[in-house]
């Protein structure tokens, strides 16, 4: 799997949106961008993945270069909730053997009223 | 839909011991992932598990084992406890290993 790097931590205001950012310059041309979040205690969210596009759902968007050497998750109006660490991995979608994610340590990030 | 069940979801052993732990996958999800989590090295791979088969297995002693029964449940075991064993152990599923996976709550296991 293609290493990534992201910020230990980040701060946003309720309401605003949150932009969290995800290095990942040796994704390979087969590999999918996921994102997952671990509110404290819990198990891990799948948020959203993409490829190449932007992708959008019901809780964020996913904001991938040209080059795909980055992305950027996007919450569009943060909430208390919100308050998580953020996962950025970069895996296969199919085939081999590559049946597991590899977290690395993730972005904090800290919602505030 | 029902997510992801484990349980228990929260166990005491002692060093020296065995432990059992339980996954129930999302209905029609046949493949189920297991990872360990404590605060020194964050979320790690275990095992993947497809139609009662063992398709990957991350970086631990032969102690940790699993296996997967034919409705896709899934159990692991932990023998002979080392209080470095203490984590939350989380399990995953997915259709078919690709794609996103949805974990369950998790199980903390506390070895004394």
């Known amino acids: 799997d293609a290493k990534t790097t992201q910020p230990t931590s980040m701060d946003c205001a309720e309401g605003r949106a949150a932009n969290l950012p995800c290095n990942h310059s040796?994704?390979?041309?087969?590999?999918?961008v996921y994102w997952y979040r671990q509110i404290h205690s819990q198990g891990p969210q799948y948020i959203i993945h993409?490829?190449?596009n932007n992708e959008t759902n019901e809780m964020a968007s996913l904001i991938i270069t040209e080059d795909r050497k980055s992305s950027t998750l996007i919450l569009p109006h943060a909430t208390l909730r919100d308050t998580a660490v953020y996962y950025c991995?970069?895996?296969?979608?199919?085939?081999?053997?590559?049946?597991?994610?590899?977290f690395g340590k993730g972005t904090l990030l800290t919602v505030n009223p | 839909k029902a997510g992801v069940t484990q349980t228990p979801r929260y166990l005491i052993k002692t060093r020296g011991q065995q432990v059992t732990l339980s996954c129930s996958p999302i209905?029609?999800?046949?493949?189920v992932s297991w990872y360990q989590q404590t605060p020194g090295q964050g979320l790690q791979f275990l095992f993947e598990?497809?139609?009662?088969?063992?398709?990957n297995k991350g970086n631990f002693p032969g102690r940790f084992s699993g296996r997967q029964f034919s409705n896709s449940r899934s159990e692991m075991n932990v023998s002979t406890l080392e209080l470095g064993d203490s984590a939350l152990y989380l399990c995953?599923?997915?259709?078919?290993?690709?794609?996103?996976?949805?974990f369950g709550p998790g199980t903390r296991l506390t070895v004394t």
């Open positions: 995953a599923s997915s259709f078919k290993g690709a794609g996103e996976q949805y």
């Open positions: 040796t994704i390979s041309g087969n590999e999918y």
């Open positions: 993409g490829l190449k």
């Open positions: 991995i970069v895996r296969l979608n199919s085939g081999g053997s590559n049946y597991k994610l590899t």
């Open positions: 209905s029609g999800h046949r493949s």
């Open positions: 598990y497809f139609s009662e088969t063992q398709r």
